[in-house]
Every structure is written in structure tokens, then in C-alpha cells.
């Protein structure tokens, strides 16, 4: 059994910065890549930003140059540091991570419930 948990949604106004950060935790062999996604009111949940096991990181074109996916592999954890908010930033954020509970078994995607962030104009 693995679970995520994200923290650090807010609401904050546009410009502002925020931290969010997701723990995993459970019968954890391995992770490997760890993901950012948002789901805002209406739309389909769409994917932020991700993280490799060995540090590559890519990012949705809407976020680049704002945000910044980082993971600290010691204690499972992954963050996103959102700066330059805006109001189109406004979703629900999900955590979701790629991880293995033993060396025979596959990898699975395991997700968080999510984080609100509101950026108010």
C-alpha cells in the first residue's frame, strides 16, 4: 500500500509564489518519475511537470520559466515551486508517482487527492 500527500495549496494573489509538496509513503522499493498535475473547474486534468529518478525534469508549456519540479529521494518527496502565479493557475493540483513495491513487481502511477491552489487577480 502507497499513498501520496500533497500540501501547501493557498490561495494567493497573482504574482505570488507558493510551495507544493507531496509525501510518499508505504511499502516503497523504488519511485521512479514523480508528476504534477492541475485540474481546473470544467477541464481535463492536465500534466504540469515531471520529474525522472535521475533529475530530468520537463514541464508543460504554460508553466516553463514560472515553475520548477524538484524531489528529494531520500524522503520520497516531490515539490513544485510556483512563481509568477496567475489567475489561469487556479486548479486543483495532483501528485501522482510512479512506484515499485518490490524488485518483481511492476511499476504503478498511484495518485494524491489533490491540493487546491486559487490565484485571485
Known amino acids: 500500500q502507497v499513498q501520496l500527500v500533497e500540501s501547501g495549496g493557498d490561495l494567493v494573489q497573482a504574482g505570488g509564489s507558493l510551495r507544493l509538496s507531496c509525501a510518499a509513503s508505504?511499502?516503497?522499493?523504488?519511485?521512479?518519475?514523480m508528476n504534477w498535475y492541475r485540474q481546473a473547474p470544467g477541464k481535463q486534468r492536465e500534466l504540469v511537470a515531471t520529474?525522472?529518478?535521475?533529475?530530468?525534469?520537463n514541464y508543460a508549456d504554460s508553466v516553463k520559466g514560472r515553475f520548477t519540479i524538484s524531489r528529494d529521494n531520500a524522503k520520497n518527496t516531490v515539490y513544485l515551486q510556483m512563481n509568477s502565479l496567475k489567475p489561469e493557475d487556479t486548479a486543483v493540483y495532483y501528485c501522482?508517482?510512479?512506484?515499485?513495491?518490490?524488485?518483481?513487481?511492476?511499476?504503478?502511477?498511484?495518485w494524491g487527492r489533490g491540493t487546491q491552489v486559487t490565484v485571485s487577480s
Open positions: 508505504g511499502s516503497i522499493f523504488s519511485t521512479n518519475s
Open positions: 501522482n508517482a510512479v512506484i515499485r513495491i518490490d524488485s518483481y513487481t511492476a511499476p504503478r502511477a498511484n
Open positions: 520529474i525522472t529518478s535521475d533529475g530530468s525534469t
